[in-house]
């Protein structure tokens, strides 16, 4: 159980409070009050109902998401799958001729980020939300963080985030950032991750521009997406798949990935990920992520 005890009308992100400048999440005490700027404080991302449905995604227990006998329960426990998606192809490297450091880009409330720990020494996860980064340190802090789903209209559940306690959480480290504008200071990893990222930059390119600096030779980088481009989050002059270019050819995200990121890396897979988002009891999203892993050229073979 939660050694947080949340009422009703206070409790960490289900009932966070969205003023006039600022965000202010409250538990039995004021946990943090961030002013914001009006264009942070309308980011879809800074809501409660998104961090929710995030935790619950990232953390939820298979019976917590999916309450039905029937259904893709393959496709559960996404982050955790996207770490050991990770840790396998990291293991098939020569692990001690890259850092024992990971970057978890758009790395969300966190899980990935922790499961990644269990063998680097440090791993660093970046987002662009600070509330998703403020939930993360509370978890880093905590371990354990009571929140709510909805069930139907009104009607909560209220479940508990927990991070497994053989997970040495002082490995991680959590701060925001633009995953297209990266700090020039990270340095450099031996596994790079970014899960769902690429078609919600509103600059995918300079994105994929700073990777090959930041993959160690010899690294390991993982992207998963589900190539969902929409011009509400990337311009469409920016996107770098779905479309026809003028040549009349059809471009898809990986051809662009193949270009872009061939000359520094190697393509070691490419697949179909699964994963489930639960919204309500009776209302969730199936969706098939492309899956490519690559491994930076120069390193030991």
């Not at 998703?132 to 509370?138: A, G, I, Q, S, Y």
């Not at 950032?177 to 300079?206: E, I, K, T, Y």
């Not at 000359?263 to 179909?272: N, R, S, T, Y």
């Amino acid at each position: 159980m939660s050694n947080f005890l949340y009422s009703n009308h206070h409790y960490f992100v289900g009932a966070a409070l969205l003023a006039t400048s600022s965000v202010a999440a409250y538990s039995t005490y004021k946990l943090m009050t961030q002013t914001r700027s009006k264009p942070e404080q309308d980011n879809l991302y800074e809501t409660a109902k998104v961090i929710n449905q995030y935790l619950v995604f990232h953390y939820g227990a298979p019976e917590e998401v999916l309450r039905y006998d029937f259904g893709p329960k393959e496709s559960l426990d996404f982050p955790r799958r996207v770490a050991e998606e990770c840790l396998n192809a990291v293991r098939a490297t020569d692990k001690s001729s890259i850092p024992n450091r990971a970057l978890d880009i758009g790395c969300a409330v966190g899980r990935t980020t922790f499961e990644l720990a269990r063998e680097f020494e440090q791993v660093v996860g970046i987002d662009y939300s600070q509330a998703f980064v403020d939930t993360c340190n509370l978890l880093r802090e905590k371990r354990i963080l009571d929140y709510s789903v909805v069930d139907e209209g009104d009607l909560q559940t209220s479940l508990t985030a927990t991070i497994d306690p053989t997970i040495d959480r002082s490995r991680t480290h959590f701060q925001r950032g633009d995953a297209c504008s990266l700090p020039l200071d990270l340095g450099q990893f031996g596994c790079v991750v970014a899960a769902n990222l690429l078609c919600r930059l509103h600059s995918p390119s300079q994105f994929l521009d700073r990777l090959p600096s930041l993959v160690a030779p010899g690294g390991i980088l993982v992207l998963t997406t589900p190539c969902t481009w929409l011009a509400e989050y990337t311009p469409k002059d920016k996107w770098t798949g779905g479309f026809t270019n003028t040549e009349g050819e059809k471009v898809t995200t990986f051809d662009t990935l193949k270009q872009v990121l061939g000359p520094d890396f190697d393509l070691v897979d490419e697949k179909g990920m699964s994963f489930f988002i639960r919204e309500t009891a009776r209302k969730n999203q199936w969706t098939v992520a492309q899956l490519t892993i690559w491994k930076r050229k120069g390193g030991a073979s």
